[in-house]
């Protein structure tokens, strides 16, 4: 079974910054664009930023400029740099993968469990 997992949410400060990471693990064949999401309460699931298998990135307008998403497509894993926190970023963030499982080797999109942020002072 193919699975993501999150970690490295936290509550931090204003101005604070926080790395959040996600592996995939299970029977793998082939993992293509990886991406954050995050989800607010009382708002929509929004896409945060995408990296795709060669290393192209596209990020929310909220967040250029502070957030960085990489990858180690060794490790199967993505990160989120997030630098220059505000309030209103606070939400759970989940990762995302286009991952094609060794048995059907048919691509479908994996979500992991989400990771709480909070930014507040």
């Known amino acids: 079974q193919v699975q993501l997992v999150e970690s490295g949410g936290g509550l931090v400060q204003p101005g604070e910054s926080l790395r959040l990471s996600c592996t995939a693990s299970?029977?793998?064949?082939?993992?293509?664009?990886m991406s954050w999401y995050r989800q607010a309460p009382g708002k929509q699931r929004e896409l945060v930023a995408v990296i795709g298998r060669s290393g192209t990135t596209n990020y929310a307008d909220s967040v250029k400029g502070r957030f960085t998403i990489s990858r180690d497509n060794g490790e199967n894993t993505v990160y989120l740099q997030m630098n220059g926190l505000k309030t209103e970023d606070t939400a759970v963030y989940y990762c995302s993968a286009g991952i094609a499982p060794t048995d059907t080797k048919y691509f479908r999109d994996y979500w992991g469990q989400g990771t709480q942020v909070t930014v507040s002072s």
């Open positions: 299970g029977s793998i064949f082939f993992i293509n664009a």
